[in-house]
């Protein structure tokens, strides 16, 4: 089956410091990564994704993410974090099984303290 | 652009009434969806459409409708509300295929039946 996950509920980090948002996908073939983040009222915005290529993709507000194949993993990085970062992020991936949607993961809730 | 809007914003519904929650877009995007947002469940498909006078169901689809006449709109139609359709629904669109292609969000909209 299709799916991703975000081992996660929540993460913490000190503002300043480098922040990371785990998530792995299993999929059949090739996968089609993304990362969207929700802040508080708000809808979902797009900060990044990974189709084909170099693994290390950068995004919006100063995030990338790293494409792993062994580890089957699309992590979330950014080398420092602000409060204003402090958000819920959802990874998502192409369901293989049906080539014009979507699986989000459950999301992950950033805390950046001051 | 407006970009993707939503209304209403809230609505409070009791058991058994109808109501349909209404999203435009003005990018002329081909690709329209409905999800669903709920705590620790991430975001669920309920319906798409890949264009006007075509529609699919996605992972969600019971107790919803869907039409899509115009390329703009895309109204979700809850034909008998009942308690677990209590949510917080976003609509998306995308220039082309949601595998490939990045979604821009509504702002959602806060449902609660009673």
């Known amino acids: 089956a299709q799916s991703v996950a975000q081992p996660e509920d929540q993460v913490n980090v000190a503002e300043g410091n480098p922040l990371t948002v785990k998530c792995t996908y299993s999929?059949?073939?090739?996968?089609?990564l993304f990362w969207y983040v929700q802040y508080p009222n708000r809808g979902l915005q797009f900060l990044l994704k990974?189709?084909?290529?170099?693994?290390l993709v950068k995004g919006s507000y100063g995030f990338e993410a790293e494409f792993n194949k062994s580890q089957t993993s699309f992590h979330l990085k950014k080398p420092s974090a602000l409060v204003s970062d402090s958000a819920l992020y959802f990874c998502?991936?192409?369901?293989?099984?049906?080539?014009?949607?979507?699986?989000f993961g459950k999301g992950t809730r950033l805390h950046i303290l001051p | 652009n407006a970009g993707v809007t939503q209304t209403p914003k809230f609505q409070v519904l009791k058991t058994g009434q109808s109501m349909t929650l209404q999203c435009a877009q003005d990018?002329?995007?081909?690709?329209m969806s409905w999800y669903r947002q709920d705590p620790g469940m991430g975001l669920r498909l309920i319906h798409y459409?890949?264009?006007?006078?075509?529609?699919d169901q996605g992972e969600v689809p019971n107790g919803y409708n869907v039409s899509r006449s115009t390329t703009e709109d895309f109204p979700l139609r809850l034909l008998s509300a009942a308690p677990s359709q209590t949510s917080v629904y976003f609509c998306?669109?995308?220039?082309?295929?949601?595998?490939?292609?990045?979604?821009?969000f509504g702002p959602g909209t806060r449902l609660t039946v009673l």
């Open positions: 998306a669109s995308s220039y082309g295929s949601l595998a490939y292609n990045e979604q821009f």
């Open positions: 999929v059949s073939g090739n996968p089609y």
């Open positions: 990974y189709i084909t290529g170099d693994n």
């Open positions: 998502a991936v192409r369901d293989s099984n049906r080539d014009d949607k979507i699986i």
């Open positions: 990018m002329n995007h081909e690709y």
């Open positions: 459409s890949v264009g006007a006078g075509i529609t």
